[in-house]
């Protein structure tokens, strides 16, 4: 039986309303912001980086021709292992954390931190295990050998 908030909320409104926090975050506190050298670049490219990780991975679920869909993840077909999936089991949760970093270096309060922290809170608890519960039952042992071989994160 599925608890209140697994697989409830999509991944990309958690990051949407994280990124929102952020904003909130640094215009309640403006003067508690860092800045240094270059830091419109660091920012564009975590950004840039998450989203091209986004883009790969969303990529190789369709060439798997596998769901793509995370809140049904009873329907994927295959499990994809290639490519990015090689690296960790998660790439596109990774790659919301880059774009999410890349926000947060952008407003430049550190206090952003707590909200990539609870960001990754949220996703692991309600969204990665119970996909990886629902893909041991689907790939039995297949999906236990890739969980012992390719860490959740990195």
Same mark, same amino acid.
């Given at each position: 039986?599925?608890?209140?908030l /697994?697989?409830?909320?999509?991944?990309?409104?958690?990051?949407?309303?994280?990124?929102?926090?952020?904003? @909130?975050?640094?215009? !309640?506190?403006?003067?508690?912001?860092?800045?240094?050298?270059y830091?419109? +670049?660091?920012?564009?490219?975590?950004?840039?980086?998450?989203?091209?990780?986004?883009?790969?991975?969303?990529?190789?679920? %369709?060439?798997?021709?596998?769901?793509?869909?995370?809140?049904?993840? *009873?329907?994927?077909?295959?499990?994809?292992? *290639?490519?990015? +999936?090689?690296?960790? #089991?998660?790439?596109?949760?990774?790659?919301?954390?880059?774009?999410?970093?890349?926000?947060?270096?952008?407003? @430049? %309060?550190?206090?952003?931190? !707590?909200?990539?922290?609870?960001?990754?809170? +949220?996703?692991?608890?309600?969204?990665?295990?119970? /996909? *990886?519960?629902?893909?041991?039952?689907l790939?039995?042992?297949?999906?236990?050998?890739?969980?012992?071989? !390719? #860490? #959740?994160?990195?």
């Open positions: 039986m599925r608890k209140r /697994e697989l409830l909320v999509p991944p990309p409104l958690v990051a949407l309303t994280s990124a929102l926090i952020m904003w @909130g975050v640094a215009s !309640v506190w403006p003067n508690f912001v860092l800045t240094f050298p830091q419109v +670049y660091v920012a564009a490219a975590l950004f840039l980086t998450g989203l091209a990780l986004d883009v790969i991975s969303i990529g190789a679920f %369709s060439k798997a021709k596998t769901t793509v869909t995370p809140l049904a993840p *009873e329907k994927a077909s295959s499990l994809v292992v *290639e490519g990015l +999936y090689r690296f960790t #089991r998660n790439p596109m949760y990774l790659g919301l954390l880059l774009i999410l970093s890349g926000i947060a270096t952008w407003f @430049g %309060s550190p206090l952003n931190a !707590v909200v990539l922290f609870g960001f990754i809170a +949220y996703i692991t608890a309600f969204q990665i295990k119970p /996909e *990886e519960a629902t893909l041991e039952k790939f039995d042992a297949d999906y236990r050998a890739y969980t012992q071989s !390719v #860490r #959740r994160w990195l």
